[in-house]
């Protein structure tokens, strides 16, 4: 089995701060695997999924998710949104979750391709209006 560590799909409002979230996702992945290892070695409850903190920069908050399958999921928000709260994250990731699971069993979809579902796209929408 293959491995891919790379992002299938990147959103970020406004769209030319893409670049930037590029290298903050990418820097983000390295942050989940130190902590899926760790966890890893650990005797604690290995069904939990979701990573919490990652870390926090000047602007953004990054927060990680990892699927039993060790898909993972990055979600960066604004520092200044003080409203979110953890449960609100993990209910976010869930909601990926879900709608990722809807996309892997299309037929149509090939593992490893760019996400270009258009239900998958109005999850992430929905979450952006509410955090925005």
């Known amino acids: 089995m293959k491995c891919f560590n790379y992002p299938l799909y990147i959103r970020s409002v406004p769209s030319q701060n893409e670049l930037k979230f590029h ?3 990418h820097t983000s992945l390295d942050v989940v695997e130190e902590k899926v290892s760790a ?3 650990s005797i604690g409850d290995q069904r939990e999924l979701y ?12 927060y990680g ?3 039993n399958s060790k898909v993972k999921f990055v979600i960066v928000v604004d520092s200044s ?3 979110l709260r953890d449960n609100e994250i993990r209910s976010m990731f869930r909601k990926l979750h879900n709608s990722f699971t809807d996309v892997m069993c299309n037929p149509f979809y090939n593992p490893g ?3 270009q579902s258009k239900a998958f796209n109005g999850i992430v929408s929905g979450m952006m209006v509410q955090t925005g």
């Open 39 to 41: 966890v890893g070695k």
């Open 51 to 62: 990573l919490g903190l990652l870390y926090p920069t000047e602007d953004y908050k990054v």
């Open 81 to 83: 949104n003080t409203s």
């Open 23 to 25: 290298y903050t996702v």
């Open 113 to 115: 391709d760019p996400i």
């Open 65 to 67: 998710y990892v699927t």
